[in-house]
């Protein structure tokens, strides 16, 4: 029928089809090169937001460990009264601090989970770290939906969770286990052994290697998951992160002099350990520093 189009679509061909990109002559210079520049000025000048979460049992050394990790003192931690009662719920604490280096700021919040696995009865005990870290997306996300938003939404979500292994040696408790089964599902994990120096190498080897059985079998996924893997100087690295998890760490928050120099360490009567610290690994003291960007993605 004359008029009639031809362009109609199929029922089944409803998807309009993706663009083809291609690249393209150029004549001359544009200047696409200067947005590096702007988009180093807008980072230098509103700075960057990381939210770290810790959770493990009283005494595994979390502060200690954050202060270490960032040089500074970000978190005091507070004495422990054996005598005194524990809590009996888990109670959420979050402290924020502004570290600056060579011009680069950081705004930092550090979440500390109190109480968890310190009862004697740690049934669903984390549920307020779960209904914590969603209830920061569905914030986050209600600010971002809004037609008149503000021009820089405050970042509360979880970029990152640090789960404190004890050093027990042997294998994952069955409360570790059912507990990165549900926290894997909404926040990057990334479990490190505490108080490693507390083992021998051979011991933290085979700890190692039976904690990452552990979490194949039980289908816990840690950071840094496949979907990192984007090229393949990326996977290398990723595959070396993996071989190391989970990190064997060292806190430490008193200066030594040591040959001359003055580290970060801990004394004990056979010498000074320096910190932080992962023995069988060059990547996990300063992977936070550089997967920032990658975490808050």
């Not at 004495?79 to 600056?100: A, D, F, R």
């Not at 549900?182 to 190498?201: G, M």
């Amino acid at each position: 029928m004359a008029g009639t189009s031809k362009r109609s679509m199929s029922p089944h061909s409803s998807q309009p089809s993706s663009p083809r990109t291609s690249s393209c002559e150029m004549f001359g210079y544009v200047g696409i090169e200067a947005v590096l520049d702007q988009l180093k000025i807008k980072a230098m000048k509103t700075g960057f937001e990381f939210n770290i979460m810790v959770v493990g049992r009283s005494g595994l050394g979390k502060s200690t460990m954050v202060n270490t990790l960032f040089k500074s003192k970000v978190w005091k931690s507070s004495p422990v009264n054996k005598l005194g009662p524990l809590p009996q719920t888990l109670q959420l604490q979050s402290v924020t601090h502004t570290i600056e280096e060579k011009g680069v700021k950081l705004k930092l919040t550090v979440t500390d989970t109190p109480g968890f696995g310190d009862q004697i009865n740690n049934d669903k005990c984390w549920d307020p770290i779960l209904n914590y870290i969603n209830d920061q997306y569905e914030h986050y996300l209600q600010e971002e939906v809004l037609i008149t938003r503000q021009h820089h939404i405050p970042d509360t979500r979880v970029h990152i969770c640090v789960y404190f292994v004890p050093p027990t040696g042997h294998c994952l408790r069955p409360l570790d286990i059912e507990f990165l089964r549900r926290l894997c599902r909404v926040v990057n994990v990334v479990p490190v052994i505490a108080r490693a120096d507390s083992l021998t190498l051979e011991e933290r080897e085979a700890f190692r290697w039976q904690i990452q059985e552990d979490l194949k079998k039980n289908g816990i996924f840690v950071y840094p998951q496949k979907c990192f893997d984007e090229d393949t100087n990326d996977k290398a690295l990723n595959d070396k992160i993996r071989e190391k998890i989970p990190f064997a760490v060292v806190g430490a928050d008193r200066e030594h002099i040591v040959n001359g120099k003055c580290v970060l360490g801990r004394k004990t009567k056979w010498g000074i350990i320096e910190a932080p610290i992962c023995r069988t690994s060059k990547t996990s003291p300063i992977m936070f520093t550089m997967k920032i960007i990658e975490y808050t993605d």
